[in-house]
């Protein structure tokens, strides 16, 4: 007993020791806690889903201090959330508050790839049994202790990953961001490293992804953007039935994110659309001066700094645009 103490506290001080701060596993498990808040009442709580800009953007102390709202963070990193949307429709129970952030090339997307891990959440939040539910309260408070239950990054197989390789000709083993790219927190958000915000060449490694990833890519045809704006209008439709209200958001991006998304979904033939076909309000950052000006380090998410600005902004547009808020007197 003694030996395996000693072996866990020389393992923990070397991840601390190299700058890793405590993060959760961002998994099955963790995402299906918060998915089963969503029945909270609509004066109560937001819900937000989305690829992995609203979960770097949006500062969830912040918003909850500003809104009284209780932010539920449902958004996965590089996947659609029409998955998540769709689930959430036919969901009878939900008539909530639902904040929907689209990027573009994720959310215009064809099946495949980016509907993944979305399947593999809602799956297994809706087999999870009470076995499933109290591991994950164990886990919750074991990882709230020590870096080095982060399985994306110590496990054995994360370590192996790193191990430097070519992949073979005709296969893509997939994207490796530097393990100090970001963390993430129980309430799902996720945060850049002040690590990453200070290395150039980590945040060039990221921009080389986003270049390699698809960033470029064109998008999916017409008739495929056609069918997917109708089945995300039934969607919204049920929703707003049960009572729940839709808003959907374009978050900040910059650089060669921003100018080869403006080039492959221009707005009138896409965000225009979407906010016309199903009816919803929009809050697109361009719009917006206080907004627009942001310069993300990577050119897809903004910085801890940045974001504090943006989520004040954010509130005030909502405000304008009339959504509600438990805390009736915003002040910003």
């Known amino acids: 007993m003694g ?16 700058g890793f701060p405590i993060s ?3 998994d099955e498990p963790l995402w299906s806690d918060k998915r089963a808040m969503v029945y909270e009442p609509k004066d109560k709580a937001t819900v937000f889903i ?6 770097f953007d949006l500062n969830i102390p912040l918003w909850e201090q500003l ?21 959430l429709a036919n969901d009878k129970n939900f008539k909530g508050k639902l904040i929907v952030d689209v990027t573009e090339g994720l959310f215009f997307s064809a099946p495949g790839r980016p509907d993944k891990t979305p399947l593999e959440n809602i799956a297994f939040y809706k087999k999870r049994t ?9 886990n919750h408070g074991l990882e709230s202790k020590f870096v080095f239950l982060q399985t994306n990054l110590f496990s054995l197989n994360a370590l192996l990953d790193k191990v430097t390789t070519h992949d073979r000709k005709g296969v893509y083993g997939g994207p ?15 945060t850049m490293s002040h690590a990453f915000l200070t290395d150039t060449a980590m945040q060039r490694q990221v921009t080389n992804i986003w270049m390699g990833g698809g960033l470029l890519r064109k998008p999916i045809r017409y008739d495929s953007i056609t069918l997917i704006l109708n089945d995300v209008k ?3 439709t049920k929703i707003k039935a049960r009572g729940g209200q839709v808003l959907f958001v374009r978050t900040p991006s910059s650089g060669m994110a921003l100018k080869s998304e403006n080039e492959n979904y221009p707005r009138a033939q896409y965000w225009d659309r979407l906010l016309a076909v199903t009816g919803c309000p929009g809050i697109h950052f ?16 903004l910085a801890p700094k940045d974001r504090i600005a943006f989520t004040k902004s954010f509130v005030q547009a909502l405000k304008q645009k009339g959504w509600t808020f438990s805390n009736s007197h915003v002040m910003l």
């Open 130 to 138: 009470p076995a499933q539910k109290a591991s994950f309260v164990l």
């Open 50 to 55: 989305g690829s992995s800009r609203i979960k």
């Open 67 to 87: 809104t009284g709202d209780h932010a539920i963070q449902l958004a996965m990193v590089g996947s659609s959330p029409r998955q998540v949307l769709t689930d």
């Open 24 to 26: 959760y596993n961002d």
């Open 234 to 236: 039934d969607c919204v």
């Open 286 to 301: 361009e719009d917006y001066p206080e907004m627009a000006h942001f310069t993300c380090p990577e050119w897809s998410h």
């Open 176 to 190: 490796k961001f530097p393990p100090k790219f970001s963390f993430v927190d129980f309430n799902r958000q996720t």
């Open 3 to 18: 030996i395996a103490a000693i072996f866990i506290a020389g393992y923990e001080w070397h991840w601390r020791s190299h």
